[in-house]
């Protein structure tokens, strides 16, 4: 007893130390961001800010074009998650529920896709997309981010899609349901949480990536939000590091929101739907 009551408190005490590990940079960004100038020069830094002031936020809209960044970030995310979904959705369901030699083909191409850096793929890639004249264009940037997303999306998909009983399927047909049918109203469904699972990790990954956006997009108007913190860094290094911080922490704030929303869907049994009377 006393053996698994200490396992039990170390395994506790491991995770709140790994809570505590994730936790420090989100709160110590959020510490910087209300602190003003004096404060953040100080030898001897403090967790709460002794004099908590909006200085930095104001200062921070004032330099850089935040709410533009932040409107060019929402499109490219919004739209490469929707975009992601509705082609890999189908997709996986073919993959799971037709194992051959394609179905094989495709889950090697996920597998080997993961391997590449980004830097083996940005010239063949910019020429590509500088012969579609989508260079420099939040479109183009989506293209781009569905191709990344989508390896990912299918792999996650094609679990789900697994998971759900066949027999399910089965017994709509037999009650005289039709093919089209049966994936709108039994297995869709059931496939909802993957499904936003699936549009959060898409939403995500594109909101906060910085290395296309930063080779695609050349005017400042079109900038995305990642780009745009680069710009409170100075020439020789030297960072503006309270606005910094303080536009780093609006930057986090939509990925939050967002997490918090639909957690309940994602943590939900997946399957729930198919056992309720």
């Known amino acids: 007893m006393r ?5 039990r408190a170390g395994q506790y005490a491991a995770l ?13 960004l959020v510490s910087t ?15 709460i800010p002794e004099n908590p002031t909006l200085d930095n936020f104001r200062q921070a809209f ?8 932040a409107l060019n970030s929402l499109v490219a995310a919004l739209g490469s ?5 509705v082609v890999a959705t189908p997709t996986a369901y073919v993959m799971a529920r037709h194992r051959g030699t394609l179905s094989r083909m495709a889950t090697g191409w996920v597998v080997v896709s ?30 781009v981010y569905v191709v990344w997303a989508l390896p990912f999306a299918l792999w996650m998909l094609v679990g789900y899609v697994r998971a ?8 709509a047909a037999v009650d005289g349901a039709g093919r089209l049918r049966t994936l709108v ?8 949480p993957g499904i936003v699972a699936t549009a959060l990790f898409a939403f995500i990954t594109a909101w906060n990536e910085f290395f296309f956006a930063l080779v695609l997009l050349k005017t400042p108007q079109k900038q995305t939000l990642p780009v745009v913190l680069t710009h409170f860094i100075g020439a020789e290094g030297v960072a503006d590091l309270g606005p910094l911080a303080a536009a780093a922490f609006l930057a986090t704030l939509p990925s939050l929101v967002v997490f918090a929303l639909i957690q309940r869907r994602i943590t939900g049994g997946m399957l729930a739907g198919a056992v309720k009377s």
């Open 164 to 171: 759900v009983p066949v027999e399910l399927e089965e017994a």
């Open 62 to 69: 004032d330099e850089q074009p935040l709410l533009e960044a």
């Open 185 to 192: 109203s039994v297995t869709a469904p059931l496939l909802a």
């Open 33 to 47: 961001a209300f602190k003003p100038a004096r404060e953040l020069g100080s030898l001897h830094p403090t967790w």
């Open 3 to 7: 053996t698994g009551r200490a396992a």
């Open 16 to 28: 709140v130390a790994y809570l505590v590990f994730l936790a420090f940079p989100f709160l110590w």
């Open 81 to 85: 998650a929707v975009v992601a979904v």
């Open 114 to 143: 993961q391997a590449f850096p980004f830097v083996l793929v940005i010239i063949p890639l910019f020429l590509v997309l500088k012969n579609l004249r989508l260079i420099n264009s939040v479109p183009g940037l989506i293209m």
